[in-house]
């Protein structure tokens, strides 16, 4: 039951790892009963996984002995290799020099974000994870989009709930930000990326395969002391500029900051989500209702404190 994300893995269960992410599972039969590598007869457990991978993709080859070598421990280098030629990308588009001119495209279109990466080095499965997280944000060669090619793909939105009604009324479905609702195909969602914006991966059923979040920017969760029309100080004094048109989910539905900031009395939890400079780009605020307790304004001896929940300057 557990991840293990500092332990390494095996060019063979690398290959079936690059085989689901292609979504080739369907095409395994092909490759069962034939022997591409001495060292990989159709017994062996990945033969199919490793067969695909090297002569029906040609995303991965063997060693200069002919041999495959499925239980030595991928690198780095390989790992990134297997998926820029995954991605469409040529040697002679790359460069010649293996694997170092493959880390560098890599490196430029992104699919080695938020990692630092030794071509030499055993890959670890926690660097395997956020590989393929990366090249689902990544395009092809060609320009298109690569999760597209897998799936049918919701881009931009804004995932409301990991727990709305489903089709077979279980409470399982996501919830974007249209109010439209969508059932998992496998797994329900934890609710973790709750607020995230991202894409939704469907399957041929419309069922969701996986939400990917956005990779640009950043998110914080702050506590509201002030929510002001142009402005919210959170509860260690520092103070987020918005604008009344800053789109704002409330209630299961997106909305403006100016509709929104009176009703975030405080104590009231929100998450920011930022651009690269800082400034906030939209906001979660969750599922709500309109405050019915008493509010106590903390402002001794002026009504400074009440003209500023009113949006008063």
Known sequence: GSFHPDGSLTRAQFCKMAVYAMNQSSELGKYRTVTIFPDVKPAYWASAYI???????????????????????VTC????????????YTADQVGGIFPDSYMAQASTIGLTDGLSLSAGAALTRGQAARLFLNLLRCNMKDGTAYAASIATVKDDVMLISSAALAADGTNSAMEIGSGSTYSMAYKTSNGTLNGRKGML???KAGKVLTFVPSGVGSNV???VSIAAANKLTDTTGRVYAMSS??????????TTWSSVFAWLTPGTTVTLYLDTTGGVKYVFAGSGSVASTAVLVASTGSTAGFAALAGQS
């Open 51 to 73: 067969n695909l991978s090297a002569k029906g993709k040609q995303i991965i080859s063997g060693y200069p002995d002919g041999k495959f070598y499925p239980e030595r421990t």
């Open 77 to 88: 280098g390989q790992a990134v290799s297997i998926l820029v030629r995954l991605l469409g």
């Open 201 to 203: 991966l469907l399957d």
């Open 221 to 223: 969760t702050v506590t």
């Open 245 to 254: 048109d800053l789109s704002t989910y409330y209630n299961d539905s997106e």
